[in-house]
């Protein structure tokens, strides 16, 4: 009778195993959701848009952008982590993404409710100042600094963003006195740049490059470890006098827990296959970032990392959302 039993258990595994590769073989069957947990127009939205797509190309399936903004991402990412982990809702994350359990109580433990799946694009911010301000270089730039404390004024994109973290920790590195000021958002906060009203901020390629380019703003630096090719005569804030600064802003996708590995396996696979295509490589170039494929383990390792060292930063900056 045991034995039987033990067949039977055995035999049941195998019809499990097998429903499950032939699931993946026909995944996707219907539209997929990429849940943007930002507002449209950002860049995580428009990073999220063009992976979406792509796979909508490859797959023959509608992959449908959601958008549910709110908390840094937190809204978002909640509403996701509630969803059927059959890999027909998928979570866009980026830089944000390891930040959130340093900054918010959150009512889901983001390492148990998400598996990861793939990265597939990364890209510096530019540290830019209004022309106003009498500083062509980093260094120049924290003389000023130093000569007048608490005048010059940080613009960031709010409370835990890319931007605003970019920002503490050039704070933190170069023992800067300038204040950060907190916006809704990278709009309002390079708006308010471009006016004068702040004279420096950390911003997204995808807002600020037109106007380094028609002189409205002042590049002095980009945020990553190399040069990009849309600034190639900005330094990186390292080179500027800053070793070891790195601020890297980064897009990736995450599969609810649960989620059938072969059609986490399957969607891994698929992004990585577009994004490093000529077209992707294009489209990522024009937000300033470039692909940057990474597998399932080191995506995981990476997140976990990031996870450690914002929390970190966090921490030594004393930031809290009020």
Do not use: C
């Amino acid at each position: 009778m045991f034995h039987h039993r033990r067949l039977s258990f055995a035999f049941a595994l195998i019809i499990a195993g097998i429903a499950t590769q032939a699931a993946a073989q026909s995944y996707p069957s219907r539209p997929v959701k990429l849940l943007v947990p930002f507002p449209p127009g950002g860049s995580n939205d428009v990073a999220g848009r063009i992976l979406a797509a792509a796979l909508t190309e490859t797959w023959g399936q509608s992959v449908v952008v959601e958008n549910r903004a709110g908390a840094g991402g937190v809204v978002g990412t909640e509403v996701a982590s509630k969803a059927t982990p059959d890999g027909y809702t998928l979570l866009l994350v980026s830089s944000a993404y390891p930040v959130s359990p340093a900054l918010y109580k959150l009512n889901y433990d983001q390492a148990k409710a998400f598996v990861p799946v793939a990265r597939f694009g990364a890209g510096p911010g530019v540290l830019s100042v209004n022309p106003k301000v009498p500083a062509k270089s980093v260094q120049d730039f924290l003389v000023l600094d130093k000569e007048k404390p608490g005048t010059l004024n940080f613009a960031s994109a709010g409370v835990g963003s890319f931007e605003h973290l970019a920002e503490a920790l050039f704070k933190l590195q170069t023992h800067g006195n300038f204040v950060i000021v907190q916006y809704k958002g990278g709009g309002p906060a390079l708006s308010d740049l471009l006016g004068g009203q702040v004279q420096a901020q950390i911003g997204s390629l995808i807002q600020t490059t037109t106007h380094i380019q028609s002189g409205e703003l002042r590049a002095l630096a980009v945020t990553g470890s190399k040069r990009i090719a849309a600034l190639p005569n900005v330094p990186t804030v390292a080179e500027s006098g800053v070793p070891g600064f790195e601020a890297t802003n980064w897009w990736g996708v995450v599969a609810i827990a649960g989620t059938p590995q072969p059609i986490v396996a399957k969607v891994h696979d698929d992004i990585d296959a577009v994004s490093t295509t000529p077209a992707m490589r294009q489209k990522l170039e024009s937000i300033g970032a470039e692909p940057a494929p990474m597998t399932i383990a080191e995506f995981g390792d990476f997140i976990a990392k990031e996870t450690v060292r914002w929390a970190q930063v966090v921490k030594d900056a004393h930031i809290s959302v009020e």
